[in-house]
């Protein structure tokens, strides 16, 4: 690989590093391993290096891209504001876009991620066939047949919820007592199929709060796994349609309650350029936006402790943090504890803990340590794969939490729902 | 080489001057002659002419800690630096000054004093700068002051090899090239000569004030010293044996059996003392004293006269069960708890081997760092008095090397410090 | 060097040994990156017991090695030389022991400098030397150095905090020198290897003394027309013998580039200069401190200062001071960060000589520094593709430290020798000076292979024969 593959843009934003470390210790696989290769401040100096032409491009830049979660807490942590998760997916694509043989594995993913995971009819399907698959018990049979990794992925795998869950949204949700305004919800997919009562208790609690909401049929995928696996080409396609389909709303703002696309949808300018500008502008997600509108004092007591753990595309890539620990401080009888962990990496980023399960794995036990210490009732979290990840952990390790999203406990704190139910 | 050609070489080098027979004082140290350099090339040459000679000396100042260290061999010359003397700068501003390695204590007091300023090293008034930073004195007022050698910030050093060389600077920051000073600072003349150097001086506090607290032993004594040394404006919190108060002048009526008398000294801001003085007077019975009874202490702790004398250095929560194991071996004490330091005290030549055991096994159990200060000579002939009870011979090892550098011909103080370097 | 690199693997796992060509591009420098130079590999011990191991083969190879903590320093004091194996010390993170009732811990090098605080300040205590990268920089680092920080004018450097350590020295031997208590017998061993930059040996355990947090802390922002006037006001507290815990001063270039990066804090962009000043101790001896310190800013021409009311606003005011470093990057390309120190009292006419030199050579240069104790950062911003303005900026760099020498100063307070000042040093010391510092290296490496080429520039003292000391100490840093 050559260093004229890197786009000058890398080179651009590599010289605003001054390589003074501190992003070191907000790195999860830094910590793993203490190496500087993989740490952000190595890889910007790798990436620097190859685009200088200093260094032959080799086998590292590829695996330390791979290693690398993505997390992006390294950006919170530097002063120097240097754009590494723009660094990071331009690096990903110009090693995916390289021509010669590429591992079967990575065509694999680039396939399911395309034609399976991107289309939503496609993916339904194939998680119903998941859903029979679970209730007769072939993943277990399978995985203790098939070799570790795949096993382990089939651990990570969610119980696919019922029909009910899975079924088609309302167009159109109307909003209760005063009306305060109206705002769209972004759908995305995997929320839709693991957690589609997440989606059910969001449209309620924004209802609750005198939001009508509206829910546009013809979405689709933000595209953020697309890009974080070099994808870039892909992703732009499907923020296109998003874009269209929800340019056509008229509507206060863009509801997201998954971290990952809404950091997707919010630097969509990134790759549409400042036309897409409005579009990112509405994007909020449903806690920071309840937050910001002043959330109607929720009438119910929860009873119970919760941690607050923050999706690493929430705190570090959108910036929201202090949100959606006012909205769980604001539920009569719900303790809020902060864990040591709480802004630290889950390990999930995505498709990492399918592409590399044993960092995925050491990552995520940092995690768990910290909150098999602090032992809440409750986990909550805004993102799907941090909540899968999670809640395999605190099985793995036998901890009594549930894991949910925070707006289900708004959710249960406006009786509309109920959180006491055996959680993921 | 005979007494009377050295003495010839030296004078021709120095001028007559500065040569002479040791006097009364002076010949208790067991030196017949004395050479007094008037200057660092003095030292220097004088250093040279000895190590040519295959000569030794023992390096002296105000030789207020003569009976400190190892029994030597004989010695051909006391190299005295009371010549290099002299306050040369005060920065009033930076509060730091430059002095002779001769100048006393008591003369830097009072060119700083008028300034506001005071030189932190717990020696006597009447010791000489160099060898209260040779031997990293520690004085009662060690809490406050800090040790000796955080206020070298600078030293001009003559090698043993007889070079002149400077180290550090006038600046309070300073990590330009290796801590010299840090070495030099407590190697007890083994190395080379202090000729001069740069210090860094506290400022003198607004007020200082002195109290008295007897304390009974279900009042915990060594926890209340320690939580009163804790305090921001304590500079010194000292427990004394009855027998030890009354010499300082810290007593007054009779103590109760088995209490204890705590002598603290507050020093700084007005408001920080008085907040001080109050909670102290909260936790104990106290009474304020006319005179200045750390000053007594500290006579009594650095040239009092007693047949042993040991310092142990322990952890602070060591020094409850170290002081009971040395006052049932028959030792009057005065402790630090607050620094961790405990001075035991036997006045009498024929307690020596008892002490010796009691500090020996002390120093193995509750792992202090013990040197005899005062000892009679027949013992400390037999035993290392630095390092008592503890293994260090790796750090001898390392001492050796650096020693063999500086001072290849073995010409200062030889035998005099641990290890018998 | 293949059996060399097999050694090394068996001993510390082949995922902890880096050999691969762009692996050892990744470490060519550390902090100081205008140079590099790539080691021959690199090991990630996890024990003492490893690094005596990786030491000793090394010996055996006849290869000399360079200590290396997070890779923080400002001085190249962890570039490898050539040839070389870097021994980096970051998967040596553990707190072994913290002693609360007599205030100690013994910690690994690798431990982070802000994490240490943090593990022991449930307990009311924490860890006092605080250089401004320690969210990253290791203890071992500091060890190396003798780090200070904003905090060590009322708390001293790391020297004054390191009681005891454990090292394992170039002929393999793992020693322990010092002692818990502070009073260790013998020469000040620990002392000496404080600040010798890594050339003595390697540490592998340091224990150090923790200091009680302070009952209150008064945080201060004050502004001044000029620098040179927050300096004289500095000058002045010291003189009345006022010991505050911190006293920096912000010139305006570099709040202007805070206050456009992530740190804005609010500050005033009109200031010439911010001194943000820290007191703490008794609740009660604060006030009149805080009465001194306005009274002598406002003769000194003062024009706000303020107190900060709460946590929220100390911790702005500090990210003005913290945050300076990483703004200052992005102005451009690179950033050269000096380290000088004067005489408190000079200060004002050395800043405005400072000045006047980056002036002269046409550099943007601004000033952020530890004006407490006298210790300068000029820090220009520059780019190194351009040849002219790198040579500029090294010329004034010159100009500088030989004006802060002649003022009485030193070429480094906090960041060390390294590689960047060793021709420096001569600015400071005569040849006869640097001997005892080759005696000290030679008592602990007389083979030359511990770190070497750091430090000590070429005397007439060294020796021509020694076939490791050759060739590194022409490792010029230009």
Redesign the interface.
């Given at each position: 690989m050559s260093g004229s593959v890197l786009p000058p843009s890398v080179y651009e934003q590599s010289l605003d590093c001054v390589h003074c470390g501190l992003c070191l210790t907000s790195c999860p696989t830094y910590l793993a391993t203490g190496r500087e290769t993989s740490s952000p401040r190595g890889r910007i100096y790798l990436m620097r290096g190859v685009a200088e032409g200093r260094i032959e491009a080799g086998p590292l830049l590829e695996e330390e891209a791979s290693l690398c979660l993505g997390c992006r807490a390294c950006e919170t942590a530097c002063p120097s504001g240097v754009e590494y998760g723009q660094m990071l997916e331009a690096t990903r694509e110009a090693i995916a876009g390289e021509p010669g043989p590429s591992t079967l594995g990575a065509r694999f993913e680039r396939v399911v991620l395309r034609y399976l995971v991107a289309v939503p009819g496609r993916l339904r399907a194939a998680m119903t066939g998941l859903r029979w698959v679970q209730r007769w018990g072939l993943d277990r049979l399978f995985a203790r047949l098939a070799p570790k990794p795949v096993a382990d992925a089939i651990a990570l795998a969610p119980q696919v919820p019922g029909r009910e869950s899975r079924a088609a949204l309302p167009r159109l949700t109307p909003a209760e007592g005063v009306a305060r305004g109206r705002v769209a919800l972004f759908t995305g997919c995997i929320m839709s199929e693991s957690f589609g009562d997440v989606h059910r208790a969001t449209l309620r609690v924004l209802a609750s709060n005198g939001f009508e909401v509206v829910v546009p049929p013809d979405q689709g995928c933000c595209g953020a796994l697309h890009a974080h696996s070099g994808d870039g080409v892909f992703a732009r396609e499907l923020a296109e349609r998003n874009l269209d389909v929800f340019g056509a709303e008229e509507i206060d703002a863009i509801v997201v309650n998954s971290a990952g696309c809404g950091a997707a949808l919010r630097e969509v300018e990134h790759w549409l350029g400042p036309r897409a500008a409005a579009f990112a502008g509405r994007i909020r997600d449903v806690c920071e936006w309840l937050d910001e509108v002043g959330l109607r004092a929720p009438p119910n007591p929860v009873s119970g402790s919760v941690c607050y753990d923050d999706p690493c595309h929430l705190v570090h890539a959108q910036g929201v943090a202090a949100g959606p620990r006012r909205l769980l401080a604001a539920i009569e009888g719900l303790e809020w504890s902060e864990h040591a962990e709480a802004s630290s990496c889950c390990g999930a980023a995505g498709t990492y803990n399918l592409t590399q399960p044993e960092m995925s794995r050491v990552v995520l036990s940092r995690k768990i340590d910290s909150l098999e210490q602090a032992d809440p009732d409750w986990i909550a979290t805004g993102n799907p794969g941090c909540m899968l990840q999670i809640a395999a952990g605190v099985r793995q390790r036998g901890l009594r939490a549930r894991v949910v999203h925070p707006i289900e406990l708004l959710d249960a704190a406006y009786g509309t729902g109920d959180v006491t139910r055996e959680g993921v | 080489m005979s007494a009377g050609d050295l003495r010839a070489a030296l004078e021709a080098e120095l001028g007559t001057d500065a040569v002479r027979d040791t006097d009364e004082a002076t010949r208790a140290t067991g030196v017949a002659l004395l050479a007094q350099p008037p200057s660092g090339d003095g030292v220097s040459a004088v250093l040279r002419l000895l190590g040519e000679r295959g000569a030794t000396a023992l390096i002296r100042g105000q030789g207020t800690q003569d009976l400190l260290g190892n029994t030597m061999d004989s010695v051909d010359v006391l190299l005295s630096t009371m010549a290099l003397r002299g306050v040369d700068e005060l920065?009033?501003?930076?509060?730091?000054v430059h002095v002779g390695a001769g100048t006393t204590l008591g003369e830097v007091a009072a060119a700083a004093r008028p300034e506001?300023?005071e030189l932190p090293l717990g020696a006597p008034a009447e010791s000489s700068v160099g060898g209260a930073l040779s031997i990293?004195a520690?004085g009662p007022r060690h809490l406050g002051q800090?040790?000796p050698?955080?206020c070298v910030l600078g030293l001009e050093?003559v090698?043993g090899s007889s070079?002149?060389?400077?180290?550090g600077?006038?600046?309070?920051?300073?990590?330009?090239?290796?801590?010299?000073a840090?070495?030099y600072?407590?190697?007890f003349g083994?190395?080379g000569v202090i000729e001069s150097g740069w210090l860094r001086l506290q400022?003198?506090p607004e007020v200082a004030t002195q109290r008295v607290a007897m304390v009974a032993p279900e009042q915990d004594p060594v926890g209340l010293a320690i939580a009163v040394s804790?305090r921001?404006?304590t500079r010194c919190c000292v427990l004394l044996d009855d027998a030890l108060a009354r010499e300082v002048g810290a007593a007054a009526g009779e103590a109760g059996p088995d209490e204890v008398l705590m002598l603290v000294e507050f020093a700084?801001?007005a408001?920080?003392v008085?907040?001080?003085v109050r909670w102290l007077a909260d936790a104990s019975t106290v009474r304020e004293l006319a005179t200045d009874a750390v000053d007594a202490l500290a006579t009594l702790q650095q040239r009092g006269e007693t047949a042993v004398r040991a310092r142990l250095?322990?952890?602070?929560?060591n020094c409850r069960p170290a002081v009971g194991k040395l006052r049932e071996a028959g030792a009057e004490c005065i402790v630090y708890p607050g620094v961790?330091?405990v001075y035991a005290l036997w006045p009498k030549p024929s307690d020596a081997a008892v002490a010796v055991k009691a500090v020996t096994d002390a120093a193995v159990r509750f792992?202090?760092?013990?040197?005899f200060e005062r000892l009679p000579f027949e013992h400390r002939q037999r035993l290392d008095v630095?390092?008592v009870g503890?293994d260090?011979r790796?750090?001898?090892e390392?001492?050796r090397?650096?020693k063999?550098?500086?001072d290849p011909a073995g010409v200062l103080n030889p035998g005099r410090?641990?290890?018998r370097l | 060097m293949d059996s060399l690199v097999a050694s090394l693997k068996d001993i510390v796992g082949s995922e902890y040994c880096l050999a691969r060509d762009e692996e050892l591009f990744v470490y060519e420098c550390d902090g100081l990156t205008l140079e590099g130079t790539r080691p021959l590999a690199v090991v990630l011990p996890d024990t003492a017991e490893q690094v005596q191991s990786v030491v000793v083969a090394c010996r055996e190879a006849g290869v000399p090695f360079v200590p290396r903590g997070a890779g923080t320093g400002l001085s190249g004091g962890a570039h490898a030389v050539p040839g070389s194996v870097l021994i980096e010390c970051s998967r040596m993170t553990r707190i072994l022991e913290v002693?609360v009732?007599?205030r100690?811990a013994v910690v690994q090098p690798g431990l982070v400098n802000a994490a240490l605080s943090t593990a022991v300040a449930p307990h009311g205590l924490f860890y006092a030397p605080d250089p401004s990268s320690q969210q990253a920089c290791t203890i071992g680092g500091n060890v190396a150095?003798?780090s200070?920080g904003p905090h060590?004018l009322k708390y001293?450097?790391t020297?004054?905090h390191v009681l005891a350590l454990e090292m394992v020295e170039p002929d393999g031997?793992r020693?322990?020198?010092g002692?818990?208590?502070?009073?260790?017998?013998?020469?000040?061993?620990v002392?000496?290897i404080?600040?010798?930059e890594g050339t003595l040996g390697i540490v592998t355990e340091v224990t150090v003394r923790l200091s009680?947090i302070p009952?209150a802390t008064e945080t201060l922002l004050v502004v001044f027309p000029d620098v040179p006037s927050a300096c004289r006001a500095v000058?002045q507290v010291?003189?009345?013998?006022?010991?505050p815990a911190a006293l920096e001063i912000v010139d305006q270039r570099t709040i202007a580039a805070v206050e456009d990066s992530v740190y804005a804090a609010g500050l005033p962009r009109d200031a010439g200069a911010i001194l943000i000043a820290e007191l703490d101790?008794?609740a009660?001896?604060l006030?009149?401190?805080v009465a001194t310190i306005r009274e002598l800013s406002e003769s000194c021409g003062a024009t706000r200062f303020q107190v900060a009311a709460n946590e929220q606003e100390r911790s702005d005011f500090w990210r003005a001071r913290k945050g300076a470093f990483g703004a200052m990057g992005r102005l451009a390309p690179d950033l050269y960060v000096h380290d000088a120190?004067?005489?408190?009292?000079k200060l004002p006419e050395i800043l405005a000589a400072v000045c006047e030199i980056g002036d002269r050579y046409g550099l943007r240069l601004s000033n952020v520094f530890?004006a407490g104790?006298?210790?300068l950062h000029p820090n220009i911003s520059f780019d190194r593709r351009d040849p002219d303005e790198l040579e500029r900026v090294m010329k004034a760099g010159r100009e500088i430290l030989e004006t802060c020498v002649r003022a009485?100063?030193?070429?480094?307070?906090?960041?060390?020798?390294g590689i960047e000042?060793r021709d420096f040093?001569k600015l400071?010391?005569?040849d006869?000076?640097?001997?005892?510092?080759l005696?000290?290296?030679?008592?602990?490496d007389p083979q030359g292979v511990c770190n070497p080429g750091k430090?000590?520039p070429q005397t007439r003292f060294c020796v021509e024969s020694n076939p490791h000391a050759r060739g590194y100490d022409r490792v010029t840093f230009e």
């Open positions: - | 920065d009033r501003q930076d509060g730091v506001g300023w990293a520690v800090g040790p050698r955080d050093f090698l070079e002149r060389t400077r180290c600077g006038r600046v309070v920051k300073n990590v330009t090239g290796f801590d010299l840090k070495l600072t407590g190697s083994c190395l400022p003198a804790r921001p404006s700084g801001s408001p920080g008085e907040d001080d250095a322990l952890l602070p929560s961790g330091l792992r202090a760092d013990a040197r630095f390092g503890v260090l790796a750090a001898v390392r001492m090397a650096l063999q550098r500086f410090f641990m290890g | 002693n009732t007599d100690i150095e003798n200070g060590t001293g450097t020297t004054q031997a020693v322990r020198y002692s818990p208590t502070g009073f260790a017998e013998g020469f000040d061993l002392g000496a404080v600040g010798s009680p009952e000058g010291i003189q009345t013998g006022l010991v101790g008794a009660c001896a006030p009149p401190e120190v004067v005489p408190r009292a530890h104790d006298g210790n009485g100063g030193v070429i480094t307070g906090e960041h060390g020798v000042k040093m400071v010391y005569e006869q000076d640097l001997l005892p510092m005696h000290l290296r030679e008592a602990f430090v000590i």
